[in-house]
């Protein structure tokens, strides 16, 4: 059953392809990788990014506020439109990371967002009902309704995740293929975009909400890599209006 409520650290590192080969070979050695790695492979995750009108949510993010909170429609993969997606609140005070999300099927969450309607019965999956989490939704509509959200940018990648032995509380992922658009706002279209990192180029988060193994510090201070502020959404909309800016200027 998916986790609905998260609370943790999580801090971000950007690897080159001898970092990541680095970190894979002893990997294996304090961590299990996720159930959805299969074979070594990465895994899709596809996201519809909430905004206002204005990119109100994004613009605040930058600022780097002490409180900032966001929403997302995830699925794992490109999906159907009546396959099962999350919807997710993510809110970050003081550095600590509380996200909310729950279950939805995507062609009701569509509904949702042209007119409001949020679905009353449980979906079946595998033949058994699977209800969503009422309370988490309350919580997210009210942020959809206060802001009057709608979706702004997919932004889909390749992921390795990683769990430590004996202890769930610290997680490791590496995003490869992150690719970003504008129009297409659909999970039920295929993952395509902008790169946003350059060639050889990895994204690596840690999630605590305890310390850091002893092990994992060791391999950041041996590889001399630090934490970085990099946001996916928050770079991808950098270059939207870095793109918007020449274009007004060769329309000048």
């Not at 993010?61 to 409180?67: D, G, N």
């Not at 992150?178 to 050889?200: F, K, M, N, V, W």
Request: aromatic letters at 14%.
């Amino acid at each position: 059953m998916a986790i609905e409520v998260f609370n943790r650290r999580e801090v971000k590192y950007m690897l080159n392809d001898d970092d990541k080969a680095a970190l894979l070979s002893i990997i294996g050695n304090y961590m299990d990788s996720d159930p959805f790695n299969k074979d070594g492979k990465t895994y899709s995750i596809c996201n519809l990014y909430l905004d206002t009108s204005s990119d109100e949510l994004i613009r605040k993010s930058l600022e780097k506020p002490l409180f900032k909170e966001k929403i997302r429609l995830r699925s794992y993969g490109q999906v159907s439109l009546k396959d099962k997606v999350f919807l997710e609140s993510k809110k970050k005070f003081n550095g600590v990371v509380n996200k909310r999300r729950t279950n939805f099927i995507l062609q009701d969450v569509y509904k949702y967002f042209d007119d409001g309607t949020i679905p009353q019965n449980p979906f079946q999956e595998n033949g058994k009902p699977l209800k969503m989490n009422r309370q988490v939704m309350k919580e997210i509509d009210y942020i959809m309704h206060f802001y009057e959200l709608k979706p702004k940018v997919f932004i889909s990648y390749d992921r390795w995740a990683f769990f430590e032995k004996n202890n769930s509380d610290f997680r490791l992922t590496i995003d490869t293929n992150i690719q970003t658009r504008r129009s297409d706002l659909r999970l039920d279209s295929p993952a395509y975009g902008e790169q946003l990192l350059q060639e050889g180029q990895w994204l690596m988060e840690a999630k605590a909400f305890k310390a850091f193994p002893l092990w994992f510090v060791r391999f950041l201070s041996e590889r001399k890599l630090f934490k970085t502020s990099f946001s996916k959404y928050g770079t991808e909309y950098k270059n939207y209006l870095n793109k918007t800016s020449i274009k007004a200027k060769q329309t000048n």
